[in-house]
Every structure is written in C-alpha cells, then in structure tokens.
C-alpha cells in the first residue's frame, strides 16, 4: 500500500482537494486526517542541534577529557 501526504499551507482552501478525494473513493481508500504540524524547533532541539555542531568542530586534543563537565558535553 502507497500513502500520499499532501502538506499545505495553513491559508490554502483545502475544499477543492478534498472533493477530489472524495471523487476518487471508488478507484482507492481514501482516508482525509488534518494535523498541525509544528516545523518551529524548540529551544532545547536548537540548543542540541548547536551542540552537536559545536561538538563536530572540536578538536579533542586540546580538551581535558578527564573533566565531568567535558565528559557530560561531549557524550551527548
């Protein structure tokens, strides 16, 4: 089974498309969900994001690895 998802915008008239669907029922199941998804990232998403990139840049022969702090930042 294939599954088509179609995203629009939050302006876009979504009556055209689902009559469309609904034309179609006969050909395929047709089954309409609508669902608010949110593609803003939370402060703590972006915060590890940054983390992740800072940890990538980090040359670990110059970082005392012996730290807790070190060890806590660099396991995540």
């Given at each position: 089974m294939n599954e088509i998802v179609v995203k629009l915008t939050p302006a876009a008239d979504v009556s055209l498309l689902q009559r469309a669907f609904e034309n179609m029922k006969g050909?395929?199941?047709v089954t309409l969900r609508k669902t608010?998804?949110?593609e803003e990232k939370s402060a703590s998403s972006e915060w590890l994001d940054k983390?992740?990139?800072i940890k990538r840049e980090?040359?670990?022969s110059v970082i005392d690895m012996d730290d807790d702090r070190t060890k806590y930042i660099m396991s995540k």
């Open positions: 050909v395929f199941s608010d998804n949110n983390l992740h990139e980090i040359n670990p």
